[in-house]
């Protein structure tokens, strides 16, 4: 065993003695996973008023909530529905929360599903505009991994400061909006409204 000692900053000695902080970070855990179940019932209810979307089969599997400690060394919790992933393709809606950045909703097609509703966001960007107030808080994802959900440049860019053509091009497409954690009071809203609203994009253009 080395003789280097290993020792604690001031702050991370005083944390280390004290299980309140930790044991307040598990309820606040708790307390996402138990209102993204709340969320998951709603996302269930909207969906099924979506009848273009009645013989797609990814509405049938259940919603799956799923919790973890390191997303960029971070804990967060995530729903996802419709969860439908292969390697070919892809419609998954999550829903994420990630402890001291923000609460997020990530549409992410690929494959048939991005053949079958790219055209349909195409013309809804092409109807509404990218600089709107309905769309300009819109993120597009630029990144390689569909799987990455921080907004960096490398990640996303604002919808208004992508210049292609047509997302169908895309090897998938990703789009996404954020809202902050000091808003907590209106997640729940943010998400339920979002979530519709890529629905809509997806199947009313």
Not at 154 to 159: F, H
Not at 163 to 188: C, H, M, R, S, Y
Request: charged share 20%.
């Amino acid at each position: 065993m080395s003789e280097a000692k290993v020792t604690l900053s001031p702050k991370e000695h005083e944390l280390v003695i004290n299980a309140d902080w930790i044991l307040t970070k598990n309820l606040i855990i708790q307390k996402v996973y138990d209102l993204f179940g709340q969320v998951a019932a709603v996302y269930q209810s909207d969906a099924a008023k979506f009848t273009s979307f009645n013989e797609t089969p990814v509405f049938g599997i259940a919603p799956k909530i799923s919790r973890g400690e390191q997303y960029q060394q971070l804990p967060y919790v995530m729903l996802d529905f419709p969860r439908f992933f292969t390697e070919e393709d892809i419609f998954a809606i999550r829903s994420f929360f990630w402890w001291g950045n923000h609460c997020s909703i990530h549409l992410v097609i690929k494959g048939a599903y991005l053949a079958k509703y790219g055209p349909s966001i195409d013309r809804y960007f092409n109807l509404i505009g990218k600089n709107t107030n309905e769309t300009k808080d819109w993120f597009i994802g630029v990144g390689a991994d569909p799987w990455q959900h921080h907004f960096d440049q490398s990640n996303y860019i604002a919808i208004d400061h992508w210049n292609g053509e047509t997302v169908t091009q895309l090897p998938f497409l990703k789009l996404a909006k954020k809202i902050p954690l000091q808003e907590w009071d209106d997640i729940d809203r943010f998400l339920i409204i979002h979530f519709n609203r890529a629905l809509s994009m997806l199947s009313e253009y």
